[in-house]
């Protein structure tokens, strides 16, 4: 995985704002795609699909928003790190996550159109706050939950849908992490005699 700009291999909005963290299993290497502000969120959504490029949107200067998104991220990357390792997830960041869909809720719309999906504003961090925890929502949810993985490249963190047949998808690329697994093989097959 690439830590220089924003790759969108989760197969979910959920997953890839969880998966803003590069080398996030590893203390050493571990780097924010979205090191940023509002604007740089803005454009991690806008490449994400969530906020339409030619929305006038407005970027508060509250660090508390930026925070509050920062904490959602965390929140979900806690979950379904205990949902990867078949444990009950961490009872803060349960809660905080909880709190934050309901939160979305309150903030959001319900259209006037089927399929019903809640629909918050996308004007600032704190409406894409709001979608991001209803998308999380959207997946904890839903049947996908059954495919969520997490990246079997040491180091890596990264979560995925696991779209394949057999459920047999390890790795969050396999052009990255993938091919970092075959080299190390190769190298220590070949390296052993």
């Known amino acids: 995985m690439s830590d220089k700009q924003p790759s969108f291999v989760g197969g979910h909005p959920a997953l890839d704002f969880a998966n803003t963290v590069a080398w996030r299993t590893d203390e050493t290497r571990r780097v924010d795609r979205v090191p940023g502000g509002a604007a740089d969120w803005e454009r991690w959504a ?6 339409d490029p030619d929305t006038d949107t407005q970027h508060p200067s ?3 928003e930026l925070d509050a998104l920062l904490d959602l991220r965390g929140a979900l990357q806690a ?9 009950p997830p961490p009872a803060p960041a349960w809660e905080t996550l909880r709190r934050a869909i309901l939160r979305a809720r309150e903030a959001a719309a319900l259209p006037r159109a089927l399929p019903l999906r809640w629909e918050p504003g996308a004007r600032d961090l704190t409406d894409l706050r709001h979608a991001l925890a209803l998308r ?7 049947d996908g939950l059954s495919r969520v993985r997490r990246c079997a490249g040491p180091g890596c963190g990264w979560f995925f849908l696991d779209r ?11 052009g990255d992490c993938g091919n970092r697994d075959r080299a190390r093989r190769h190298y220590a097959r070949t390296h052993q005699a």
């Open 62 to 64: 509250n660090d508390g």
């Open 79 to 87: 979950v379904l790190d205990a949902f990867a390792d078949g444990e």
């Open 164 to 174: 394949t047949r057999g459920g047999t998808r390890r790795w969050c690329s396999s």
């Open 46 to 51: 806008v490449m994400a699909g969530l906020l």
């Open 136 to 142: 999380a929502e959207e997946l904890l949810g839903g």
